[in-house]
C-alpha cells in the first residue's frame, strides 16, 4: 500500500518561496505520474501540478503556471514541488498522491484514497 509523507510547509509572506517534498514508499515512484494538490477550508481538493514518469512532461494549474515548479527524483522515491512569489489564495493543505490511471484530474483529486496527512501552507499578507 502506498504511503505518502508530505513535508516543508510554514508561514510564509507573500511574495515568498517554499519547497515541499513527497516521500513515497509501498510503491516505487518510477511507475506512476504523480500530482500535487491542494485544499483550501471550505474548498474542494484540486489538481496543482502534475508530473510523468520521465519528468518530460508537467501540467501546471493556470493559478500556478509560472510560481510553480514540480520535480522528481525517482531512485529517491521524491516528488518535489518548489514554489515562488506565493499568494495568500496559496493558502492550503498541500498533498501528493500518484495517478492510479484516472480518467481526469478531477477524478483524481476525487478518487484517491490513500492521501497522506498533508503539509500546511499558510501565506500572509
Known amino acids: 500500500q502506498v504511503l505518502l509523507v508530505e513535508s516543508g510547509g510554514g508561514l510564509v509572506q507573500a511574495g515568498g518561496s517554499l519547497r515541499l517534498s513527497c516521500a513515497v514508499s509501498?510503491?516505487?515512484?518510477?511507475?506512476?505520474?504523480m500530482g500535487w494538490f491542494r485544499q483550501a477550508p471550505g474548498k474542494e481538493r484540486e489538481v496543482v501540478t502534475a508530473i510523468s514518469i520521465s519528468g518530460d512532461k508537467t501540467y501546471y494549474s493556470d493559478s500556478v503556471k509560472g510560481r510553480f515548479s514540480i520535480a522528481r527524483d525517482n531512485k529517491k522515491n521524491t516528488v518535489y514541488l518548489q514554489m515562488n512569489s506565493l499568494k495568500q489564495e496559496d493558502t492550503a493543505v498541500y498533498y501528493c498522491?500518484?495517478?492510479?490511471?484516472?480518467?481526469?484530474?478531477?477524478?483524481?483529486?476525487?478518487?484517491?484514497?490513500?492521501w497522506g496527512k498533508g503539509t500546511q501552507v499558510t501565506v500572509s499578507s
Open positions: 498522491a500518484p495517478d492510479l490511471g484516472y480518467s481526469d484530474y478531477v477524478q483524481w483529486a476525487r478518487d484517491f484514497a490513500s
Open positions: 509501498g510503491v516505487a515512484l518510477s511507475y506512476y505520474d
